[in-house]
């Protein structure tokens, strides 16, 4: 199964439920014998995180008129990439 498709943030009662443990699972995690840590776990046991965008988006300060900045935010989730592509038409990109 992938990192991505992991039940990460289930408390597993059964464990038998549990998602099983890859090599790079096992590989990361941290390794222990009796209360004395043998190895640090490395990192988090899902994964690296998301890879680094080529073009990353770009932190910008705008003001707006409040009635646009509720009409936008009346989108809904992902109202800011929906902001985005738009921008990206106007401008024509």
Known sequence: MSAKGRDTKRNWVDP??????DTE??????IRQD???LRPADGTLTGR????SENPKQLVSLR???EVLERLRAMGP???TQVNAALRKVVGL
């Open 16 to 21: 038998d439920e549990a998602p099983e443990w």
């Open 25 to 30: 699972a096992f590989a990361r995690a941290e």
């Open 35 to 37: 209360d004395r840590v």
């Open 49 to 52: 995180g998301r890879p680094r």
């Open 64 to 66: 707006l008129d409040r």
């Open 78 to 80: 992902g109202w800011q």
